[in-house]
């Protein structure tokens, strides 16, 4: 079974995107649950809503953890959908990720197909579509929930799954489109916490036993925060 997690809290510009990831999900994968996931935080803590949509799927299946603004390309999705099972590892259905903005975003709504409208390409992005089994996101301890509001919890999560893990998450030759909206604020003092934490990714970044026992410092946070992950 595949199950579609949208990590989703309502904001008015994010809803025309919101809408067309749901639509695509819907008409490209009739057979998967695309269920959306938020918590109970007062800022919206993106780690935290993939770690619960994770733990909500049973071990075996497989999850695709999508942000709600980014449509993937079908063929490196499926690819990865059949390799996440066995693979070990978590998959990125892309290695090309073009954000559209407001005028390729338009042309999209208009009816160019998504390969087609304009774009700016995100060098180094590792986030937008995860392809995994709970079994492989919890061998390298998920997200870091003390990472809150926006930044930095997808690049941590990229070191510690190549440093834990042997190899980065696998990419598949393909593209995702980032829809327009608006951009959040990436400053104050969640911002520049975040921040902080990353940096202490990268200092054990490459040494398994020094990531073990700092992951396993993160998964006990996050198991304070909320029993039972």
Same mark, same amino acid.
Request: glycine content about 8%; some cysteine.
């Given at each position: ?40 935080? %007062? ?50 259905? =892309? ?34 579509? =995860? ?59 969640? =911002? ?8 202490? =990714?990268?200092?054990?970044?490459? %040494? ?22």
């Amino acid at each position: 079974m595949v199950t579609v997690v949208l990590p989703w809290r309502p904001q008015p510009s994010r809803l025309p995107a919101f809408d067309d990831v749901r639509a695509w999900y819907a008409a490209n994968l009739p057979d998967a649950e695309v269920v959306t996931v938020d918590s109970d935080d %007062d800022v919206f803590v993106l780690a935290r809503c993939r770690n619960l949509g994770v733990a909500g799927v049973a071990d075996g299946d497989v999850v695709v953890i999508g942000d709600a603004d980014t449509i993937p390309e079908l063929a490196p999705l499926h690819e990865a959908i059949a390799a996440a099972p066995t693979s070990g590892v978590v998959h990125l259905p =892309y290695d090309e990720y073009r954000w559209l903005g407001r005028e390729g975003t338009a042309a999209f709504r208009d009816g160019t197909p998504l390969a087609d409208c304009d774009f700016e390409l995100v060098r180094g992005a590792c986030s937008g579509v =995860y392809v995994t089994t709970p079994e492989t996101w919890r061998s390298h301890g998920g997200q870091d929930e003390r990472f809150r509001g926006w930044g930095f919890e997808d690049a941590a999560w990229y070191i510690a799954h190549e440093t834990l893990l042997g190899e980065p998450p696998r990419r598949h030759v393909g593209r995702v489109f980032a829809l327009h909206h608006t951009a959040e604020v990436r400053e104050g003092p969640d =911002y520049d916490a975040n921040a902080a934490r990353m940096q202490r =990714y990268r200092d054990v970044s490459g %040494d398994p036993e020094a990531m073990a026992r700092f992951m396993f410092d993160v998964t006990a946070s996050n198991a304070r925060v909320r029993p039972g992950l």
